[in-house]
């Protein structure tokens, strides 16, 4: 009998504990100048800027921004985690109810492409030629 009060004592708690936990809303916002670029975060496209897109993980993203007119702009960036988000900090974070937002902003510039003539290229292909030989 004891036992069981025991059991269901430590059930109602665990019960509680997770009932009030708070939650972690993790996002991440992506803007270019100029806007209306397609961004790629990790091989998978997450839409055009200006775009917001809630993540998981923290760590090294690999990032990729097209935009027809302008360089492809190929990087990566490290999203740092929170002190609270580590051990052993991490599991009394989660005992606050309050719902906590990690928000972070990332801003690129793009180039535009430098449109080389056929008469340049040409030119440059020929110096190049007698550089060989």
């Known amino acids: ?8 004592f430590a059930l109602l708690v665990l019960a509680a504990v997770t009932l009030c936990c708070g939650c972690v809303e993790r996002t991440l916002t992506i803007n270019t100048e100029p806007s209306g670029a ?3 975060l990790n091989d998978e496209q ?5 775009v917001t897109v809630a993540f998981n993980w923290y ?4 990032v990729r921004i097209t ?8 990087t990566h960036r490290k999203l ?18 309050e719902r906590k937002v990690d928000s972070y ?3 690129f510039e793009l180039n535009r492409k430098q449109e080389i003539s056929r008469e340049e290229l040409i030119r440059q292909s020929e110096e190049l030629k007698k550089q060989l030989y």
């Open 38 to 40: 397609l961004v790629t």
């Open 67 to 74: 935009k027809p007119g302008y360089e492809t702009l190929k």
């Open 80 to 97: 740092e985690a929170p002190w609270y988000d580590s051990f052993p900090f991490d599991f009394f974070a989660l005992l606050n109810p």
């Open 105 to 107: 902003e990332w801003s």
């Open 46 to 50: 997450i839409g055009t800027t200006p």
């Open 1 to 8: 009998m004891r036992h069981n009060k025991i059991t269901i």
């Open 59 to 62: 760590g090294d993203y690999n």
